[in-house]
């Protein structure tokens, strides 16, 4: 039935229809493709959980300021201090930033620090919902009338972060698809060894990203799917990536059949039937355990489980539609130079990974034991990981204009007024909280209570960097004291606070998903693997490498990289990733073993499913490994220590995990791996198994 399916779509008509058909939606997809970046959704306070406690104060705050107003902060510099003249200047400045677009409101300042050497003049824009958009250009605006002879100006705040944030993610989309496009090509090209075969996997990857693209914009435009720079960073490398790691196992199995089989067409319907299953079952494995993300608090978190789901989905649909049609239109000279002809000799069957089988089959249980026991050694190196969420100067792996800024007000010892926390309370309780915050350490001079419709509005500007722990210790204590002020029904929000609740929310999620995120894992390999031992055992080995990944990338972020700490989602994602995308390769390198099971038995048949998809696996271990280490580029710190510890994770994976420790439990266990099926009990393995050292057998 299944290679019926796979005949009638390889077939020599309907290879046609299926191509044409792809090549339409990709065109038809394009255009709505490179809209999705303006459907973005960067701003914080968006991403939080309506529970949290900066959100209920976002909408209590509506009566005293928009939520859409973007407070900025010009910081202007002398080192030999600020003349007269110079804070005249400045002083002069705030009309013309009056008549700037998007200004709204008094324009505040300039404040001069106490040494004389630094002033800072406050500006508020509104833009509307858009607004965070439309900062890059309001920046450059404001910086240019800003300037003054000798004097160094910076544009901090929200707003020269917001636009800093643009040009750390402009032309992401781009950026990402040639670089990952790049190392995809030159993968393949070692692979294949063949000038022309990589067009198509690559091409086919293209389509894939492009529809997946348009699909996700129109459902961030019109069902409210949360979509961010990052979501939409991680979906072009994982497209590319998994995408492209089906291409190449449905290659493999396909140069395989074209070597027993004649027609094109028929080697490619067995090649679909035997490799589809374990294509599938492996993306289906990635697009579950994407989705265990919606049960996440963080919108942000959320919306990217079904981001990425579609991403995977659509490449799979991809990979097993549109390029075995391109294969069998381009036929057998596509392999040029080393065509698979009919009764051509296999290579895989003594290649580099069945001498490494060879190397395991006598010695199976000492082989498992040490690589595991080194894999539990690189663990250890967690203690290093401080993932803690990052200031906005640890955030960047350059410095941009804003992170200067907020380094000068901090060095001059003056409080950035545009990020204060903001606390609303019942009207008549006001005195008694503004009384409550003021006798909190870390506190600036407490705003006088505004009240509006029996809510009182109280601003208190923090001595420290908005981002920083002592801001957020700042928070708890503000909270604690306002909250034991009877009646007050106070709530604590604002910037520094809005942080606070995603790093709580952040660490909520972490110990939530990843329970749910292994059992649909394991669930869905008992399933296709028709057995509990082996998938529980299969679970395990890659909870082991993301284990050793995580604690081998914490000492490179600490020792090699001196990054200050990572971001609070960092173990969830790379987590996600390792285990979702490394399961891949064992349910590539298991149901092949499976499949030898039948015929040739357990350990004679891990041995031969090792040295027939070593090589392809590898290969696809590469590519992801390649794709995400594509993200270590960007100038964000969150994004290169994704990259860096799903890359790392990802080729202990393949050339460790899957390839070692799996294949030695194989050897050792022999059909017990099976437990509780029947498979391969008193069968062929028997004589299969005879191979093997007494002592191995008897185990």
């Avoid at 198509?200 to 699909?215: D, G, H, K, R």
Wanted: contains cysteine; negative net charge.
């Amino acid at each position: 039935m299944h290679r019926q399916i796979a005949g009638k779509l390889t077939g020599p008509v309907m290879k046609w229809v299926v191509a044409a058909f792809w090549i339409i939606v990709v065109v038809g997809s394009s255009s709505f493709a490179a809209k999705l970046t303006d459907v973005q959704n960067n701003e914080a306070s968006s991403w939080l959980p309506s529970s949290a406690e900066s959100t209920l104060a976002l909408d209590k705050l509506g009566a005293f300021q928009d939520q859409n107003a973007i407070p900025t902060v010009v910081v202007y510099q002398r080192s030999s201090g600020l003349s007269e003249g110079d804070l005249a200047a400045a002083q002069a400045q705030t009309a013309d930033f009056a008549n700037l677009d998007g200004v709204e409101g008094e324009i505040l300042g300039p404040f001069p620090s106490e040494d004389g050497q630094a002033a800072q003049t406050i500006v508020t824009f509104n833009f509307g919902k858009d607004g965070w958009n439309a900062m890059p250009d309001a920046v450059d605006e404001l910086r240019k009338a800003a300037a003054i002879d000798g004097v160094t100006v910076h544009i901090a705040g929200a707003g020269g972060q917001a636009a800093d944030s643009a040009e750390a993610f402009s032309g992401l989309d781009s950026t990402l698809l040639f670089a990952a496009g790049g190392v995809v090509i030159l993968i393949l090209l070692l692979t294949y060894r063949s000038p022309v075969l990589w067009l198509l996997p690559v091409f086919s990857a293209v389509v894939a990203l492009f529809t997946a693209q348009a699909l996700i914009y129109f459902l961030a435009k019109y069902a409210d799917l949360t979509v961010n720079g990052q979501s939409q960073g991680i979906l072009t490398v994982l497209v590319f990536g998994a995408g492209t790691d089906y291409a190449l196992l449905l290659v493999a199995r396909y140069r395989e059949e074209l070597r027993r089989h004649e027609d094109r067409h028929e080697a490619m319907a067995f090649a679909l039937h035997r490799a589809a299953p374990a294509i599938v079952a492996s993306a289906a494995t990635v697009v579950l355990g994407m989705l265990c993300l919606v049960f996440a608090e963080m919108n942000s978190t959320a919306g990217m489980g079904p981001v990425l789901a579609i991403g995977v989905a659509v490449a799979l649909l991809v990979m097993i539609t549109l390029l075995p049609a391109l294969l069998v239109i381009f036929g057998r000279w596509i392999f040029w130079p080393k065509r698979p002809g009919l009764g051509s000799v296999e290579p895989t069957a003594s290649g580099l990974w069945s001498k490494v089988g060879q190397w395991i089959k006598p010695k199976p249980r000492k082989v498992w034991v040490v690589t595991g026991v080194l894999l539990a050694i690189a663990c250890v190196g967690w203690v290093k990981l401080d993932a803690n969420g990052l200031t906005t100067e640890e955030s960047y792996t350059k410095d941009f204009d804003s992170i200067v800024g907020q380094r000068v007000l901090t060095e001059h010892g003056l409080v950035d007024q545009s990020n204060p926390v903001q606390v609303v309370a019942n009207a008549d309780q006001a005195a008694d909280v503004a009384a409550s915050v003021a006798d909190v350490s870390g506190v600036a001079e407490v705003g006088e209570p505004l009240v509006k419709d029996g809510v009182a509005f109280i601003s208190v500007p923090l001595k420290a960097d908005a981002t920083s722990q002592a801001a957020f210790d700042a928070v708890t204590e503000i909270r604690s004291a306002v909250h034991a002020v009877p009646g007050a029904d106070a709530l604590v929000g604002g910037y520094s606070a809005i942080l606070l609740d995603t790093e709580n929310a952040s660490n909520r999620d972490n110990k939530v998903i990843i329970p749910i995120v292994l059992i649909v894992v394991m669930l869905i390999l008992m399933v296709l693997l028709r057995a509990v031992l082996s998938p529980l055992l299969l679970v395990l080995t890659v909870v082991l490498s993301y284990g050793a990944a995580i604690g081998l990338s914490a000492l490179l972020f600490h020792y090699v990289f001196g990054f200050a700490g990572a971001d609070a989602s960092l173990p969830l994602f790379v987590f996600v990733f390792l285990v979702a995308l490394g399961i891949d390769y064992n349910i590539f390198l298991m149901t092949r073993v499976r499949e030898e099971t039948a015929t040739r038995g357990t350990r004679e048949g891990s041995l031969v499913a090792l040295a027939a998809t070593g090589g392809v696996i590898t290969s696809a271990g590469l590519v992801l490994a390649g794709t995400f280490l594509v993200l270590a580029t960007l100038p964000l710190v969150a994004f290169a220590e994704i990259g860096i510890a799903v890359a790392l994770g990802v080729m202990l994976d393949t050339m460790i995990v899957r390839s070692v420790l799996v294949t030695a439990l194989n050897l050792d266990l022999g059909s017990r791996i099976w437990w509780p099926s029947s498979l391969d009990r008193g069968g062929p393995s028997a004589g299969a198994d005879a191979g093997l050292p007494e002592a191995e057998l008897s185990k």
